[in-house]
Nanobody, 120 residues
Framework: QVQLVESGGGLVQPGGSLRLSCAAS????????MGWYRQAPGKERELVAT???????NYADSVKGRFTISRDNAKSTVYLQMNSLKPEDTAVYYC??????????????WGQGTQVTVSS
């Protein structure tokens, strides 16, 4: 079964930093675009950042200059470095990826989510 496993969330003070990681399970043949989304209480899920297999990046305006997305293709892992965190960054962060597998071909997958709370 294909899985995206996230880690790195937690509680941090305003101005602090966190690094999220998301690793795809081993039975993945290749990975196209990977990304991070977030959902705050009472709000819709929104794009945070994406990165293509070629390394092209896209960011939400609200995180530009503060967040950096990167990936390690050898480890099938995508990262989100979050700096200068603000209380409005508080949300559940979800990993998303387009994965090729032998069984299912190309499909889109979501991780289970990891909570990020920015508070003093």
């Amino acid at each position: 079964q294909v899985q995206l496993v996230e880690s790195g969330g937690g509680l941090v003070q305003p101005g602090g930093s966190l690094r999220l990681s998301c690793a795809a399970s081993r039975n993945v043949l290749s990975i196209n675009t990977m990304g991070w989304y977030r959902q705050a209480p009472g709000k819709e899920r929104e794009l945070v950042a994406t990165i293509t297999s070629g390394g092209s990046r896209n960011y939400a305006d609200s995180v530009k200059g503060r967040f950096t997305i990167s990936r390690d293709n050898a480890k099938s892992t995508v990262y989100l470095q979050m700096n200068s965190l603000k209380p409005e960054d508080t949300a559940v962060y979800y990993c998303n990826a387009d994965l090729w597998t032998v069984v299912a071909g190309l499909r889109n997958y979501w991780g289970q989510g990891t909570q990020v709370t920015v508070s003093s």
